[in-house]
């Protein structure tokens, strides 16, 4: 056995726990649900070894619903326009990247997309969620930039993908931050190399350009509706157990 991987895994649901702390009442068994269905309770075998955990995907989307939840409060009455609750928020982030190994599994064996496979996912969740947050999940990453070229993005979506990029490991951090410890993994030879490729031919930037592209103007609004301070926005707004 890894005991460092082990280690990690346990330290995993310790900032899990602490997470879920900060979070109103919410349907645990559906986010457990779809977690499981997601198979990040299980360990990861190589060559009849233990090779890591999932958890770490968990303990982030958990870490994204505690700032989700302060920003939702924030703007309760305008979330109240769009149908949206800030539980509905909280339970979104909770399983935006519940497919998260799914995914992985997929591209190891050798399959080019790196997009999701969006409405088979969303069929699954719908076994436990209602269609609001099923389509709140949407909102993160590649598949919210194909969102927001069709269309300007609802406000629950503009918190589901800032709170997304704003979260690293079990910290949340500018998005500046976040968007920087990506660079690696978009360089040549990185895993999102080809990702990289498609951002500058289809949009003629990088793909930090282009998230920043998105995120820049939300993170100003957000400033003026929460009444934060720019210097250390986000992070102001979250337990400092979380900073």
């Known amino acids: 056995m890894n005991i460092p991987h082990f280690a990690k895994y346990t330290k995993d649901f310790q900032t ?19 977690w499981e269905a997601g198979n990040l309770f299980l360990p990861e075998w ?14 982030h989307m958990s870490v994204s619903a505690v700032l989700g939840y302060q920003l939702s409060l924030c703007m309760k009455d305008m979330l109240e326009t769009e149908d949206i609750t ?11 990247d519940w497919a998260k190994r799914l995914e992985a599994d997929v591209r190891a064996d050798g399959t080019e997309s790196v997009m999701r496979d969006a409405e088979k996912h969303r069929q699954t ?18 598949s919210c930039v194909q969102i927001a070229e069709a269309r300007a993005l ?3 979506e ?8 704003c979260t690293s490991g079990s910290h949340i951090v500018p998005f500046v931050r976040r968007l920087e410890e990506f660079l690696p993994h978009f360089a ?3 895993r999102y190399e080809k990702a990289q490729a498609y951002f500058k031919e289809r949009y ?37 157990q979380f900073c």
């Open 16 to 34: 899990i726990k602490k997470a879920f702390g900060h979070l109103p009442n919410f349907d645990v068994d559906a986010v457990f649900s779809a």
């Open 188 to 190: 040549p030879g990185g």
């Open 204 to 240: 003629g930037m990088s793909h930090n350009e282009k998230i920043t592209q998105l995120l820049a103007p939300i993170e100003a609004e957000f400033i003026v509706l929460t009444g934060g301070a720019k210097k250390d926005f986000p992070v102001g707004l979250v337990p400092t």
């Open 154 to 156: 609802t406000l629950g």
């Open 46 to 59: 190589k060559s009849g070894k233990l090779f890591g955990w999932w958890m770490n995907v968990a303990a």
């Open 125 to 142: 969740l719908l076994q436990w969620f209602p269609k609001r947050i099923a389509t709140l999940t949407t909102a993160t990453g590649d």
């Open 158 to 165: 503009k918190i589901i993908f800032y709170s997304d990029y």
């Open 86 to 96: 800030p539980e509905d928020i909280v339970e979104a982030l909770l399983v935006h």
